[in-house]
């Protein structure tokens, strides 16, 4: 079985309906989600980017760039990641198992 390594993709967003932009894909590879979204502080500490929010979207290095507004930038951060992750699942094919 193949792990998934997860990349952190900084966006910046505004405070409207529009898309954020992704600004750059943090070169670390992370083992898992959890290690990207914990590292996510850090490195959002060191970006002075000219944006009323600048956020970390941790996903799978294979995924594509998944469309985030400025509204839900402002979501409670539970809510943000479900519908990340929604989407996530709605455009990734399925793992599968082998024996």
Known sequence: ?????FVMAILGCGESDAPCRELGVDQ??????????????????RRDD?????????????ARAQLLRGSEV?????????????????RSPSPTTGS
Do not use: K, N
């Open 1 to 5: 079985m193949q792990s998934v390594l």
């Open 28 to 45: 670390v590879r992370y083992q898992s989600e959890a290690q990207c979204l914990a590292a996510s502080e850090d490195v959002l500490a």
């Open 50 to 62: 000219l944006y009323p929010s600048v956020v970390a979207q941790c996903r799978p290095a294979s």
């Open 74 to 90: 402002s979501l409670p951060e539970s809510q943000a990641t479900h519908l990340f992750r929604q989407r996530i699942a709605q």
